[in-house]
């Protein structure tokens, strides 16, 4: 057992952080919710992030993990009952991502507040612009809900398709496949007036829809932002260190880097690192109210730079 509780700085509505919730609810974990504002500021979370502000990220005493992959991968490190890859598809799960997590987000985010449009809050659509670097651009997505309904619908047929033979999860048994593809029907089921009609031509995909709920978010329990930074602050980070012999860029535990999202929200964390490997990076970094703090990164979908 982790000596620390498995914090997670998330909020209701986050299609991404439901990901990490239903891992909760698979492996039938205890965990400590905080939950974050849907936009800037975040004074408490920031210092343990070093500036990474998408949401979700998971606090473990003063390790903390950023993105859903690699909270992801430290869940089913520390508690492999219930695993979220089934024998024989120990790489494809994690891959999907790359599916879900952009494709069919950005395709999912255009539809629901396209959809949304009006009823979009300004601080909501600044807070986005910043993040972005560009325009929010509700009316271009409001024009766009045609394309959007014919795309949103080639993914869910591909879901659909999958589980055309019967079975009640995409790989057979339960697996982060199923969470990843979830994870933009939740969001837009929750958004979205009148989708069961759209979902109607996809009777797998509803049944689906149902079991997932039944997944369930494990137990939680509820601490305040500021409790949670304490927690951190009095936690020494765990990481070990570890070297990669085979890191492509002769990259080693000490050196200095930033870690930056390739896709948007390009903030750059800037730290030395302890540990890496194909999959992860680890970096630490001091804090004034945080105290000494260790991030984690995946390598898919980031930009890791010496600085
Ligand atoms: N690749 C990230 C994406 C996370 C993401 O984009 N989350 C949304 C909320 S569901 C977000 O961060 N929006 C901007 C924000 O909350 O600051 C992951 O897998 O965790």
Request: net charge neutral; charged share 20%.
């Amino acid at each position: 057992m982790t000596p620390h509780p498995l914090i997670l700085h998330h909020f209701e509505a986050s299609p991404f952080s439901e990901k990490i919730r239903l891992a909760f609810g698979h492996k039938k974990l205890a965990w400590t919710s905080v939950i974050t504002s849907r936009i800037m500021p975040r004074p408490d979370l920031m210092p343990l992030t070093g500036g990474y502000r998408r949401t979700p990220t998971l606090q473990i005493g003063a390790d903390i993990y950023c993105d859903t992959q690699i909270i992801l991968r430290e869940l089913e490190a520390r508690f492999p009952q219930a695993p979220l890859c089934p024998d024989g598809h120990a790489g494809v799960p994690w891959a999907l991502a790359m599916w879900s997590d952009r494709s069919f987000f950005q395709n999912s985010v255009n539809l629901v507040f396209g959809t949304l449009a009006d009823k979009v809050p300004q601080d909501f659509i600044e807070d986005r612009e910043r993040l972005r670097g560009a325009k929010f651009d509700v009316a271009a997505m409001r024009a766009a809900i045609p394309q959007m309904k014919d795309q949103f619908r080639a993914h869910v047929d591909w879901i659909e398709t999958q589980l055309g033979d019967g079975r009640p999860w995409l790989l057979g048994a339960f697996s982060l496949a199923d969470i990843n593809a979830y994870m933009n029907v939740w969001y837009a089921q929750g958004n979205l007036g009148g989708f069961t009609e759209m979902l109607g031509g996809f009777p797998r995909v509803t049944a689906w829809t149902a079991r997932m709920k039944a997944v369930g978010h494990g137990t939680r329990t509820d601490i305040s932002p500021q409790d949670a930074l304490e927690l951190a602050a009095k936690a020494t980070p765990l990481s070990p260190v570890i070297a990669d012999p085979d890191d492509p860029n002769g990259r080693k535990p000490g050196d200095m880097v930033s870690v930056t999202p390739d896709d948007y929200g390009k903030v750059a964390v800037t730290g030395e690192i302890v540990s890496l490997s194909a999959q992860h990076i680890a970096i630490r970094r001091k804090d004034e109210r945080a105290r000494d703090i260790v991030v984690h990164f995946p390598r898919a979908g980031f930009i890791v730079s010496s600085v």
